[in-house]
């Protein structure tokens, strides 16, 4: 029962460098998404997906670009890594919405 | 006024104890409510979901709902120092992409 996977589970990027964090369900969820969780504070959304080829911006998208070419997968792309972009990340999947929504195991990301 | 509230703590309770946790939320549309874990340095792993106003029983979890006081519990019967975690409450209205999350209550369960 894979559920919801990403990679990297751990990365350092230096400031400026790019990278894409993956994720991949196979539930065959409709809905994925992409939170970023800091130090004592809740899960912030970065961006969603209703479905394949849709995707629209949650609170805090900037930095960040997203993709959805199939229904399994939902990459997380960063461009020009800051520091501020230091934080842990999670994919998560759910069938529609208002139903439980699964997470991924997180990818922590360091920007120096 | 954050969408979700909760209190931060830590919760402390002696092992064999309930533990009570409360959520309030300020979107009176909002339908669905779950009970997320969080262990330190892991994803966040569902524990209850709730509907309707009342009580929901899993074992030793019990969900409480009031809707008309838009308030969410968790209670936790005869509380394990293995129940030690982040519990976060989220709130969701159907029809909606919006998950709002709370920023979490720490239990620590005392040996």
């Known amino acids: 029962n894979a559920g919801v996977t990403q990679t990297p589970k751990f990365r350092i990027l230096k400031i400026g460098q790019s990278m894409t964090l993956q994720c991949a369900q196979d539930?065959?969820?409709?809905?994925m998404y992409w939170y970023r969780q800091d130090p004592g504070m809740g899960l912030k959304l970065i961006y969603y997906?209703?479905?394949?080829?849709?995707?629209d911006k949650g609170e805090v998208p900037n930095g960040y670009n997203v993709s959805r070419s199939t229904t399994e997968d939902f990459p997380l792309r960063l461009e020009l890594a800051a520091p501020s972009q230091t934080s842990v990340y999670f994919c998560?999947?759910?069938?529609?919405?208002?139903?439980?929504?699964?997470f991924g195991e997180g990818s922590w990301l360091t920007v120096v | 006024q954050k969408e979700v509230e909760q209190n931060s703590g830590p919760l402390s309770v002696p092992e064999g104890a309930i533990a009570s946790l409360n959520c309030t939320y300020s979107?009176?549309?909002?339908?669905?409510f779950f009970w997320y874990r969080q262990y330190s340095g892991k994803s966040p792993e569902l524990i209850m979901s709730?509907?309707?106003?009342g009580d929901k029983e899993d074992g030793r979890f019990t969900a409480q709902l009031n809707k008309a006081s838009q308030y969410v519990s968790l209670l936790i019967r005869d509380s394990q120092p293995s129940d030690s975690a982040t519990y976060l409450c989220?709130?969701?209205?159907?029809?909606?992409?919006?998950?709002?999350f709370g920023t979490g209550t720490r239990l620590k369960v005392l040996a």
């Open positions: 998560a999947s759910s069938e529609t919405s208002g139903n439980t929504i699964y």
């Open positions: 539930m065959n969820h409709n809905y």
């Open positions: 997906s209703v479905g394949a080829g849709i995707t």
């Open positions: 979107d009176r549309g909002s339908q669905s």
């Open positions: 709730i509907y309707s106003n």
């Open positions: 989220a709130v969701t209205t159907s029809g909606t992409y919006k998950y709002i």
